[in-house]
């Protein structure tokens, strides 16, 4: 089977919400039309995936110290990305008709 790599898109939401770095998550439904992701127990999130325009890279950098002690970044690609997994707040609509953001 072939791997797909997916890109995770949260710039909506963190216009609205501060997500700590080091925050628990938990990503469900990936093989699903709106994938669900939980972060720290407390924000639901609910995606949909939008297909990339064109080819996507995804690069890692790492550092490297020569013999000579200069410092030098390599960059590598990792892989090509198809498809990007934007992100945005969960809403539910109260009694009162109301909508509110989702937060668990």
């Not at 909506?12 to 990936?30: F, K, Q």
């Not at 410092?71 to 945005?88: D, Q, S, T, W, Y």
Request: with cysteine; net charge negative.
């Amino acid at each position: 089977m072939e791997e797909e790599y997916v890109m995770i898109d949260l710039d909506e939401v963190s216009r609205h919400i501060e997500i700590p770095s080091d925050a628990p998550y938990t990503l469900s439904g990936l093989d699903t039309m709106n994938p669900v992701l939980t972060i720290d127990g407390k924000i639901k999130l609910v995606g949909e995936y939008i297909e990339t325009i064109g080819t996507c890279l995804a690069f890692s950098e790492k550092e490297e110290v020569s013999a000579s002690e200069n410092k030098k970044k390599i960059v590598e690609p990792v892989a090509k990305l198809h498809k990007i997994l934007k992100f945005r707040l969960a809403a539910l609509e109260n009694d009162d008709g109301e909508i509110k953001t989702n937060t668990l």
